[in-house]
């Protein structure tokens, strides 16, 4: 998958993860981008090890992955910042 690719592949998955999984995220498109780059990482790792097919481009199958990444990447944010509160 060629720069552009993994850039769109991202900001699909990032956000499609923070609209499935709403509530106070770092936020921004290029960190939502970031989010979803990580988070194909992440899926493909574990489709890969469970199918053995991980991310091959922008198809169906690497979106999905792509996004059950991104959630659980989320997850792990609110789990490390869950007790601290900020106040601006």
């Excluded at 574990?46 to 992955?65: A, D, E, F, P």
């Excluded at 991104?70 to 944010?77: H, K, P, Q, S, V």
């Amino acid at each position: 998958m060629g720069f552009i690719a993994w850039i769109v592949l991202g900001l699909i998955a990032g956000a499609i993860a923070k609209a499935i999984m709403p509530g106070r995220d770092p936020g921004g498109v290029i960190v939502t981008i970031i989010i979803g780059i990580i988070g194909a990482f992440i899926g493909g790792f574990l489709g890969n090890m469970i199918t053995g097919s991980g991310v091959s481009g922008l198809n169906l199958w690497s979106i999905i992955l792509s996004i059950v990444g991104a959630m659980i990447l989320l997850w792990i944010y609110r789990m490390a910042t869950r007790g601290r509160h900020t106040t601006v």
